[in-house]
């Protein structure tokens, strides 16, 4: 060779005298012919894969969340759903998110069951103690669950957690 060759896009090197290039890692971006060192990393609502050129080509979606320099999607984890590629956020009270990937912060068929309350960011109902009792759909609160008439506590509870 006469004359070095410049690393193409996706590619950098940051040592002189080689022949090779270097892969752009996963998490970054390398968008001109030529660097010496990664362009940057890729921004927050983005991920970029192995040698990735354009940092805007891959948008993290509803249901998925991505920080910046992510190489892949992430999932949303349970409790929390991820409307904006950015954002994760708690279920909302009264409902509970037991997947992943949750896209609402009020799933449809999530919303707390009669017996059980459900606080904000919840992955399963929590059941009303024994002696209380909850006839409500939606509960987000200890609160909600009420006291059962004196005398009827085991037939209250049974109704409430199994109707």
């Given at each position: 060779m006469t004359a070095p060759a410049a690393c193409l896009k996706g590619w950098y090197q940051d040592l002189t005298g080689q022949e090779d290039c270097k892969?752009?890692?996963?998490?970054?971006?390398?968008?001109?012919?030529?660097?010496i060192a990664v362009s940057a990393t890729c921004p927050a609502g983005f991920y970029c894969p192995l040698n990735q050129v354009n940092k805007h080509e891959f948008m993290c979606l509803a249901g998925y969340t991505c920080a910046a320099g992510s190489s892949t999607a992430t999932p949303c984890p349970k409790g929390k759903y991820c409307h904006l590629s950015t954002l994760t956020t708690d279920c909302l009270a009264g409902y509970y998110c037991d997947e992943f990937q949750t896209k609402q912060p009020n799933p449809a068929g999530k919303t707390c069951p009669r017996g059980n309350y459900c606080a904000a960011g919840s992955i399963n109902p929590t059941q009303c103690p024994v002696?209380?009792?909850?006839?409500?759909?939606?509960?987000s609160s200890l609160a909600e669950c009420l006291d059962c008439p004196q005398g009827k506590k085991e037939f209250i509870f049974k109704i409430t957690n199994f109707v």
């Open positions: 892969a752009c890692p996963a998490g970054s971006y390398c968008d001109r012919q030529g660097l002696g209380k009792y909850n006839n409500k759909l939606g509960s």
